[in-house]
């Protein structure tokens, strides 16, 4: 029989992705294991390989298609000795993409003409004309579309209230923005709340419209977001309104690190490439960073934590992930068990990890998970910022520009290079002294980076 091929899940979080090549075309015969598409999520490239062993019957969704769900069918594959043409016709009993059936169906309610319905009942307070009777309901919940539901849910429309105009007195968008306009149907107050204690809603962000009327028409030009500008958007809003963030900026000296570097990168011997030869590694400022994050978090494990609702999460090693600025976006690759690794192989990490990075080329187990990060912008001479802690981290560590300071010691006024570094924290996980403690050890290890060689 016809065997469905579906759009797979790449990661734990992803939902949708873009089809972005095919590598067999219909009539080609593939084996397990054969590469037969690149799909884009977000953040990567990801090469699909085949399952099953048979003939490509059928290429359902074309290369370049965005948005494709996942577990939507994108081709069907026809079984060993079976005719390729019946299982172009026989497959593709799966569910067809939500991106593509939702609007339309969307559409044809809202365009529906409004069906006959029966007068409500009189009731001694008259209600608005938008909810003089309740719509029929499917289970406990009123019978409406997700655009209507979404409306209702963004304004605190009772949709219980809401009389329905679309097919078998469905609510739709127009019946969901009658009752805004007539201020009724609104979601009844919690039982016993005073009026007082109510909370205002929170304030809804412009709409498209109302952003570009206040622009001269022809000033500008409308750039589509892409998928990974997306996703940021959505977890940063998430970041900012679920996590109470907590700062703490400390000044570290790095003087002796510069020192100690020049040192390392000096001692580094030499290897033969197609180049010619190269040093076998040159350390960079963020590379000792990195280690001497991971080592603060090994000495302070009460702040190597992940905040669930349920449990704390007490990790056993120091995943660092390592924001990197690449074209539309960031990503944050992660150097795993960093607390147990030399300089030298953190750099060479590094370097392969922000490389495959910038071309997308990252697997989701290299940018996903990780304990901590560290974001630097000192290279663009930002002196100093707070960077917003990325869930399931409960700590991100912004660093800000080395720059030669005057430093008052023992009474004496002194010009030293100085850094200053800000650590936010998820207070649920990691309070005010905890982090103090964790900024305190960072500290230390950037100021005697000797000890990070040992």
Known sequence: MPINITMPALSPTMEEGNLAKWLVKEGDKVTSGDVIAEIETDKATMEVEAVDEGTVAKIVVPAGTEGVKVNALIAILAGEGEDVAAAAKGGGDVAAPA??????????????????????PQVAAAPSPAATSAPAKTGDRPFSSPLARRIAKDAGI??????????????????????????????????????????????????????????????????????????IAKRLLEAKSTVPHFYLTVDCEL????????????????????????????????????????????????????????NMVKHKHSDVGVAVSIPGGLITPIIRKAEEKTLSAISNEMKDLAKRARDRKLKPEEYQGGTTAVSNLGMFGVRDFAAIINPPHATILAIGAGEERAVVKKGEIKVATVMSVTLSTDHRAVDGALGAELAQAFKRHIENPMGMLV
């Open 99 to 120: 991106k593509a059936d939702a609007p339309k169906e969307e559409k044809k309610a809202d365009a529906a003409p409004e069906a006959p319905k029966a007068e409500a």
């Open 158 to 231: 009772d949709l219980g209230a809401v009389t329905g105009s679309g097919p078998h007195g469905r609510v739709i968008k127009k019946d969901v923005e009658a009752a805004i306009s007539g201020g009724g149907a609104k979601a009844a107050p919690v039982a016993g709340a005073a009026p007082s204690a109510a909370v205002p809603a929170a304030p809804k962000p412009m709409s498209d419209d109302a952003v570009l009327k206040l622009f001269e028409q022809g000033s500008y030009e409308l750039v589509p977001h892409d998928g990974m500008r997306k996703t």
């Open 255 to 310: 003087d002796a690190l510069l020192a100690l570097r020049a040192q390392i990168n000096a001692a580094s011997p030499m290897r033969k490439t197609e180049k010619g030869d190269v040093p076998a590694y040159k350390l960079s400022v963020n590379d000792m960073i990195i280690k001497a994050m991971a080592l603060a978090l090994r000495d302070v494990p009460e702040a190597n934590v992940s905040w669930t609702e349920a």
